[in-house]
């Protein structure tokens, strides 16, 4: 079975989707395919779909969804020309008392996949080897399609795991993006900076990159420019004040010998 959460979520078996497209059963299908081959509880599926105060149904109501998902990997699962199930539906989407799971089998899952490179490339970064560190993370990133689970309606059981999977993937492009100003890649960086910092307009150390971004390709008004962007927003939305490890970056570039320390200290 090959499972995508990492855009819309997508399920197949021998390349056939058994994504279904009735609201409900796809939203108990999306944290059986986020956590394949692990064991999520009825409780959880129970509230994921209708929160703290689920209906007196909620039980038989949710076994039918499963019996629906099941009736749907059927005809995926019967081998080619002789009509017989490899593994049975029961098999594929085992249900134990109190809990639910789903085996992905010798499929794949591009959440795995991407926790797999990301680890890797991070391995990469810390033993100074910038270029397979940008090419693994890259990797990585590509693997999303857009946001996570994008066409499920999420309760908040998804919500949160949503949430977590953006900020990993967050996370990710950050150290990618560090490993490329590392190899000297300024210039390249800036339009692609410039889009992130606007769509996330507290995060300091996107702001950081790209004022390195900027300074090192002989924009510097338009890195202190960033700085203050940033410093407005944070003071107007929060009531802070940016860190001392962008102000370090500021009075790098205010006071060129100076060299960067601290966590935005990308050198090259």
């Given at each position: ?7 819309a979520l997508v399920v197949r078996e021998n390349g056939i989707s058994v994504t279904p497209t009735a609201p409900k059963p ?239 200290s990308q050198t090259g």
């Open positions: 079975m090959d499972i995508g959460v990492l855009g796809r939203q108990v299908l999306a944290p059986l395919a986020l956590h394949a081959d692990r064991a999520v509880t009825v409780e959880t599926l129970t509230e994921e779909l209708w929160g703290q105060r689920p209906p007196r149904s909620a039980r038989p109501t949710l076994q039918t969804y499963v019996m629906h998902l099941r009736e749907l990997m059927a005809p995926a699962l019967r081998r080619p020309g002789d009509g017989v199930d490899a593994r049975t539906a029961k098999e594929v989407l085992r249900a134990v008392p109190g809990d639910c799971l789903l085996d992905s089998g010798e499929g794949t899952s591009d959440i795995r996949e991407f926790e797999r490179l990301a680890e890797t490339g991070y391995r990469a970064m810390d033993d100074g080897d910038h270029h397979e560190a940008a090419r693994l993370l890259r990797t990585a990133l590509d693997l999303w399609t857009g946001a996570a689970l994008a066409d499920v309606a999420a309760g908040e059981h998804l919500r949160t795991h949503i949430r977590g999977l953006e900020e990993s993937r967050l996370c990710a492009l950050d150290r990618r993006i560090e490993a490329d100003l590392r190899l000297g890649r300024h210039r390249e960086l800036i339009a692609e900076l410039t889009v992130l910092v606007s769509r996330h307009p507290t995060h300091e150390s996107l702001c950081g990159q790209l004022m390195l971004a900027l300074h090192r390709s002989g924009r510097s008004s338009e890195a202190l420019g960033a700085y203050q962007r940033l410093r407005t927003t944070l003071v107007r939305d929060l009531g802070l004040e940016p860190s001392a490890a962008l102000g370090r970056v500021r009075q790098s570039i205010l006071t060129p010998a100076d060299d960067i320390q601290g966590p935005f």
